[in-house]
């Protein structure tokens, strides 16, 4: 038999997946599930019974935790990324780490394709071929869900025609758990009006009484809470996120370009991931020049852009990380925050690198540094250019 590799996660599209490839194609269908923070060590288990139930032939797990976060979270977070202005690419950018991890597991047991349960309309299915044709050129890559046309409805009913059980109602929704946040997809999404209802996000709002916490970070990492620091920046993320989600922070819906050209909605939670990024960007504002920041903006912009739409491997995404990487030098301190029931606020921060100082003169108040006399000079020269221009146009009509 031709073997397949599949990217399982034990939901509805590859439950369908798994079946639909053994059964109606004839494949040894290998699943894997890489796991790059949203499964827990019941769910993986559980992951693994379901597949065993399916008849297929092996289901390994990749943990890649720790990888997806030095490969892309932590640019996330220098960069200050929210896909406009709103999303904190919190799934999407997993298929960049997942999609490497398989095709790594294909070429090492020799597998003749590789499989994905991506639908037709979405972004997911450039991200994983993108990366697949780039590094396994030769092997054929299965989505029987895009090729099919199939319906969330047309799946479900084909899963019930082969015994199989599990919580369809529950499989309305799409939902796609990881470290830097969790996407929602249902009814709602598909309409422009409409949100999400509550008992769609996967936290329930639990707490009302207002927290504040502390974040601390060193040349750019998330490194601490609450004066307590963790061994790797993932924990702190996983930390947080335990503390602020049942606030029910990190709730939105974004609406944006897919890279096959059609608008798009997806709801999401991701509490720790923008309490980070805002965090984190309040100490930039405080710790870097005007111009690195001009210029972090600009290239931020476009490798968010660049990543959400899969092209990971083109070399100028590390070019721009080299950048990136080298702006956080200074970027370290304390940000405090405070937690309230779905919002929070940045209440300051505390640096050794804060430009913010007194003893150079206080913003509106005083000055120490430069004479009256000195600003009128300073101001007849950077507006000079402007004036002429206004003179010359005023005498010539």
Known sequence: MKKVVLAYSGGLDTTFCGLYLSKELGYEVHAVLVNTGGFSTEELKAADTKSQKLGIASFTVIDRLEEFYEKVIKFLVFGNILKNQTYPL????????????????????????????????????????????????????????????????????????????????KSKYSVNKGIWGTSVGGAETLTSDQYLPDDAFPTPISKTEAEEISLTFKNGAFIGLNDKDFTHPTEAIQALEKIAS??????????????????????????????????????????????????????????????????????????????????????????????????????????????????????????????????????????????????INKENG
Do not use: C
């Not at 099919?148 to 084909?158: M, N, P, T, Y």
């Not at 897919?258 to 939670?269: A, S």
């Open 246 to 391: 049942p606030f029910g922070i990190g709730r939105d819906i974004h609406v944006g370009d897919t890279i096959i050209g059609i608008k798009g909605r997806v709801g999401f939670e991701a509490a720790a991931a923008l309490i980070i990024i805002k965090a984190h960007h309040l100490l930039e504002k405080h710790t870097l020049t005007k111009w690195q920041i001009f210029w972090k903006n600009q290239l931020s912009e476009f490798y968010g852009n660049h990543l959400h739409e899969g092209h990971y491997l083109d070399p100028v995404m590390r070019n721009i990380e080299a950048m990136l990487l080298d702006s956080q030098e200074k970027v370290s301190g304390k940000v405090f925050v405070k937690l309230k029931p779905e919002h929070f606020i940045l209440k300051g921060i505390e640096s050794v690198h804060d430009l913010m100082s007194s003893e150079f003169g206080s913003y509106g108040e005083m000055n120490l540094g430069w004479t009256a006399d000195d600003v009128k000079g300073f101001t007849k020269i950077t507006g000079n250019q402007t004036a002429i221009y206004h003179q």
């Open 90 to 169: 919190s799934v999407s950018t997993e298929r960049i780490v997942q999609a490497q991890a398989l095709a790594e597991y294909a070429k090492a047991i020799g597998a003749d394709a590789i499989a994905h349960g991506s639908t037709g309309a979405g972004n997911d299915q450039v991200r994983f071929d993108m990366i697949f044709q780039i590094l396994l050129p030769e092997i054929e890559i299965i989505t029987p869900i895009r090729d099919l046309k199939l319906s969330r409805e047309q799946e479900i009913d084909f899963l019930k025609t082969q015994g199989v059980e599990m919580d369809f109602e």
